[in-house]
């Protein structure tokens, strides 16, 4: 069965911590994404990657970064944890489109629940 | 960065009725998508539209491409109710984008 796999179910880190989320496919996708989940917000994309070392920020891209030194992990860095970036984040995966024929959705992680006292 | 606007933002329904959401864009999307998210759980793909009109089923799901293009309806016939949960709209503007813009959700509730 083909997944996306992220770390952590739930964490709860300090304030001013670096904290790490890491995501894992098994599906030789070249794209993968992260995004976090807040209630009446939806999804919004902090930052994505279309092949091993390439990223670009996304809608919210402010107080993190990312890291993707091999095809099948992308990780989400939190590089001085704040209260507001406690929410949920999901991490998902989808092929390149190169046909651009819109063919692929994304696979989806089951999702970190962050909390930052 | 721009999102969808969904409607109803959540609803409560009783089992064994139909329900009807919708997503809605100022832009034009060439493809729309529907995910189903379980509560404690990531979004999973239903249904996925690639043409202006389309209308798709997956089960007791039908979706429809709005003809503007700027529009996408779910329709579930017969809620039961592991049905529950929050149900996202995604729609991409044009073949160049790997990205997919989300909607802000309808939370469904239902009642036994």
């Known amino acids: 069965d083909v997944k996306v796999t992220q770390s952590s179910r739930y964490l709860v880190k300090r304030t001013g911590e670096k904290v790490f989320l890491e995501c894992v496919q098994d599906?030789?996708?070249?794209?993968m994404f992260w995004y976090r989940q807040d209630p009446g917000l939806g999804l919004r994309l902090i930052y994505f990657?279309?092949?091993?070392?390439?990223?670009e920020k996304g809608d919210i891209p402010e107080g993190y970064s990312v890291s993707r030194e091999k095809k099948e992990r992308f990780s989400l860095i939190l590089e001085s944890a704040s209260t507001n970036q406690t929410s949920m984040y999901l991490c998902?995966?989808?092929?390149?489109?190169?046909?651009?024929?819109?063919?692929?959705?994304?696979?989806f992680g089951s999702g970190t629940r962050l909390t930052v006292v | 960065g721009q999102q969808l606007n969904q409607s109803p933002q959540s609803m409560f329904i009783q089992e064994g009725e139909d329900v009807s959401m919708n997503c809605t864009s100022s832009?034009?999307?060439?493809?729309w998508l529907w995910y189903k998210q379980d509560p404690g759980e990531g979004p999973v793909l239903l249904i996925a539209?690639?043409?202006?009109?389309e209308l798709t089923s997956n089960g007791r799901l039908t979706a429809q491409f709005g003809i503007t293009r700027k529009d996408s309806f779910l329709n579930i016939s017969a809620s039961i109710p592991s049905d529950v949960g929050i149900y996202f709209c995604?729609?991409?503007?044009?073949?160049?984008?790997?990205?997919?813009?989300f909607g802000t959700g309808t939370r469904l509730k239902v009642l036994a």
């Open positions: 998902a995966s989808s092929p390149a489109d190169l046909r651009g024929l819109g063919t692929y959705g994304y696979t």
């Open positions: 599906m030789d996708h070249e794209n």
């Open positions: 990657s279309y092949d091993v070392k390439m990223k």
């Open positions: 832009s034009i999307f060439n493809t």
């Open positions: 539209l690639y043409k202006a009109g």
């Open positions: 995604a729609g991409r503007k044009n073949s160049g984008t790997y990205k997919y813009i």
